[in-house]
């Protein structure tokens, strides 16, 4: 399998993969070696809040090396905000060219700027000579068609790049359908750049599918595939465990419970975030639809955490 030299980078998902995610995951389960912050965008006029970029800030980072990824459209603000994160010690920053949401592609930023590749031409050729870190892109096939790409790449290969990670689906596809293989074949041997491939790997079987077709690709990104079975990192890489996984899942369930608990101010957006995690994680246990819905119409602190225990206390089994 050459497990060995893969690099596997826990994907931004806004909501979910901030920082204290990202520090208990480290705590419990091992195999992924990065991770892409959720998006920083940039605010216009050069401004920048604290609390913005306090989810990157390197002393709270010390379990998982992390990238901060900067959401923006103006040359100005995005050297700014990079300039700002170069100086709190990231050498490197990535470009969010992949943000599906409608209301975000409708301002021309993630994959709404994809139909422009003149616009994404202009954006290099300012930051890249004007800023000290580094640059990688994470990109979708296009925002509408997935043959946008192809003219993009050409562009993309005028640049110094770290690398191109890329999901290959469109930005309108959002989640929907399956990954296109063929087009991410086609978009890798169509430019000199380095290829993280991100989409679809939910356990080993799909991991294994993908590295078959692209047995040069060494780095994958996977985010909706980690926060459903945490374990999928070691697995994929070989990592064994002895402890029961279902012990595993509950310590640190709660550990994540805890520390969230210091952070939110009110009971609902604590159960809210959580019940969030279980939309993911709920569903690799098996036959467990009855428990989970419990769950999910929690409406304290209190009924949330006795519908958990009785959930870990079921005979589920988790499919992985």
């Known amino acids: 399998m050459g497990k060995n030299n893969i690099t596997i980078i826990l994907a931004p998902l806004q909501g979910f993969t901030d920082v204290t995610y990202r520090n208990v995951f480290s705590d419990h389960f091992s195999g992924v070696d990065e991770a892409i912050a959720p998006f920083i965008s940039t605010m216009g006029q050069m401004r920048l809040k604290p609390s913005r970029i306090k989810d990157v800030a390197p002393e709270n980072n010390k379990k998982l090396f992390v990238v901060p990824q900067i959401l923006g459209n103006i040359a100005g603000d995005f050297i700014f905000l990079a300039d700002h994160l170069y100086d709190m010690g990231h050498k490197k920053v990535n470009w969010n060219l992949g943000c599906p949401h409608s209301k975000i592609a409708k301002k021309k930023r993630g994959s709404g700027l994809l139909m422009y590749p003149e616009k994404i031409?202009?954006?290099l050729d300012t930051v890249l000579s004007k800023?000290?870190?580094t640059l990688s892109i994470k990109l979708r096939l296009g925002r509408?068609?997935?043959?946008?790409?192809?003219?993009?790449?050409?562009?993309?290969?005028?640049y110094p790049l770290d690398e191109i990670i890329l999901h290959p689906r469109t930005g309108i596809q959002m989640y929907e359908g399956t990954s296109d293989h063929d087009a991410f074949g086609k978009a890798l041997y169509?430019?000199?750049h380095n290829f993280t491939y991100n989409g679809d790997i939910t356990d080993l079987n799909?991991?294994?599918?993908?590295?078959?077709?692209?047995?040069?690709i060494k780095r994958f990104m996977i985010g909706r595939g980690i926060l459903s079975n945490p374990f999928l990192a070691e697995r994929i890489k070989g990592i064994g465990q002895n402890k029961d996984k279902i012990e595993r899942l509950k310590i640190f369930h709660?550990?994540?419970f805890n520390n969230y608990k210091t952070i939110f101010s009110g009971p609902g957006h604590l159960t809210g975030r959580m019940k969030g995690f279980w939309s993911y994680l709920g569903p690799s246990f098996k036959e467990s639809k009855k428990g989970l819905k419990k769950i999910l119409k929690a409406?304290?602190?209190h009924k949330y955490q006795y519908v958990v225990e009785e959930f870990f206390n079921t005979d589920y089994k988790f499919i992985e």
Not at 149 to 154: A, E, S, T, V
């Open 121 to 123: 031409d202009a954006f």
């Open 131 to 133: 800023i000290s870190n």
């Open 144 to 158: 509408k068609s997935k043959n946008e790409i192809f003219n993009l790449l050409p562009i993309l290969d005028k």
């Open 190 to 192: 169509s430019s000199r």
């Open 206 to 216: 799909s991991f294994l599918l993908v590295q078959k077709k692209f047995p040069h």
């Open 254 to 256: 709660d550990d994540l």
């Open 299 to 301: 409406t304290s602190t």
